[in-house]
């Protein structure tokens, strides 16, 4: 290799002994880290690369920070993983909207899965549950705002009867990061009534242990959604 040996920021190393210390688990999740002063004590560094080293840990999503409070290591979960890519996410979608197109084939593909895994295990309560999420998404009806969000909660519960915490929050971060192209969608003249259908069909299916049904239900359901998004007046092209 020919290449100079790049000068390191005092920064990256902070960054690194603090990464060693939290892989470790000599900071487990959950726990704070040191003061910024202890930390300058310890690295003999000075305030700016303390804190240029924990605010590249908070983006990166591995510690959060609040006023007053030293920085804390995150508890992970799939949900704030999902939440931490969110912004990329949907500036991609935004920068390149033919993305949109490869968003729906995954959640087409995920959601689909889940629809089967539910018909196959899903208890009663497990049923009554999503007849509930059913009936509160009806009861929206007049509030935008909040029949989108329960549009969405009714897939989050499917996939959450995998028994996987993973699938819910993929489910729900799709959803999410399509969002700005789905309120005219869901709330066409009569698609609202269509979309209420369209999940008690699901239901039915899971109700029934019919996994090819739930799976078919499912597919209707997204794939007439996919073709309402390309009509949609806020769908980019």
Do not use: C
Not at 22 to 27: E, L, M, V
Not at 124 to 147: C, G, W
């Amino acid at each position: 290799m020919t290449e100079p040996i790049q000068r390191r920021k005092l920064f990256q190393e902070v960054l690194d002994r603090l990464m060693a210390r939290i892989r470790s688990g000599d900071i487990p999740p959950g726990a704070q880290l040191p003061s910024e002063r202890e930390l300058m004590e310890v690295y003999g560094v000075g305030r700016p690369a303390v804190r240029e080293a924990l605010q590249a840990l908070e983006r990166s999503g591995i510690v959060e920070i609040a006023h007053g409070e030293r920085a804390r290591v995150v508890v992970p979960t799939a949900d704030r993983l999902m939440a931490q890519i969110a912004g990329g996410a949907m500036h991609l979608l935004r920068s390149q909207p033919d993305t949109l197109e490869h968003l729906k084939d995954a959640r087409l593909f995920l959601e689909t899965g889940m629809a089967r895994l539910a018909a196959e295990r899903a208890t009663e309560a497990d049923v009554a549950r999503l007849r509930q999420a059913v009936a509160r998404h009806r009861a929206s009806l007049n509030d935008l705002e909040k029949f989108i969000e329960l549009d969405m909660v009714f897939h989050r519960e499917l996939a959450t009867l995998s028994g996987n915490p993973i699938f819910p929050a993929i489910v729900e971060a799709l959803f999410r990061w399509a969002s700005e192209y789905h309120q005219d969608m869901v709330r066409a003249p009569g698609v609202e009534a269509l979309t209420f259908s369209e999940h008690e069909r699901i239901v039915d299916a899971v109700a029934q242990h019919q996994p090819e049904a739930a799976v078919e239900a499912m597919r209707a359901h997204l794939t007439r959604a996919s073709q309402l998004y390309k009509t949609s007046s806020n769908q980019p092209g």
